[in-house]
């Protein structure tokens, strides 16, 4: 019963973390509206497969370092702040280089980046997210029993991974449909300047925070 309870507690809590809008999030909203839905896929993936590692982390008590030594935070919110802002200022230079093509971007439009590229940039993305950090170290310094077992650290690492997929597989099917599809044609430039400042406001608020 205990296994159980813990399991939905996990599932609670992560549920919330999320749904909780952030640079995971924006990254598989801007690459399904950019390309399709079977690229944005490998982007959930990557999110997902972070979300195992730091689920591992958290079990096996290695994220609780965190809370020991507020340095190795630290570094890990420059870090991490220091990519999202890369990002952010990458989208921008690239809107504006778009803008500057003029009639050639259609074809640069269309050429899709590798999955392989989507996948290890929405992984990074996620693994450097010091968000997610903050509520992994919540949910197992707070939530969790002393001593748990391989299998319940197994079944909170899945749980916690497939909530995250299926999250993204949501978004990334949302926002392929047409109807979408032709909203950000319309506004397409504008909103390639918002996904990019909103990564650079990220990633400033990251690393001071």
């Known amino acids: 019963m205990e296994y159980l309870l813990v399991l939905l507690h996990v599932a609670l809590i992560w549920m919330l973390a999320v749904a909780t809008p952030g640079a995971n999030v924006l990254l598989t909203i801007n690459t399904t509206l950019n390309y399709d839905r079977k690229i944005a896929v490998f ?45 952010g200022m990458r989208q921008i230079y690239l809107t504006q280089k778009v803008k500057r093509l003029g ?24 693994i450097l997210n010091p968000k997610t950090v903050f509520f992994v170290v919540s949910l197992f310094s707070v939530s969790m029993p002393e001593n748990m077992s391989a299998t319940t650290i197994l079944a909170i690492m899945l749980t916690m991974a497939s909530i995250t997929l299926s999250w993204h597989l949501f978004l990334a099917t949302a926002f392929s449909h047409e109807s979408a599809k032709s909203v950000y044609a319309r506004i397409s430039g504008v909103m390639d300047y918002v996904t990019g400042g909103l990564f650079t406001i990220f990633g400033i608020k990251v690393m001071t925070s």
């Open 43 to 87: 982007s959930a993936f990557g999110v997902s497969c972070a979300t195992l590692l730091w689920a591992f982390f958290g079990g096996s008590g290695l994220v609780i370092l965190f809370s020991h030594f507020p340095q190795l935070f630290g570094l890990m919110k420059v870090v991490g702040g220091s990519y999202l802002l890369y990002l």
């Open 103 to 126: 009639g050639l971007i259609e074809s640069n439009q269309m050429v899709s980046p590798s999955k392989r590229k989507v996948f290890i940039s929405a992984f990074i993305t996620s």
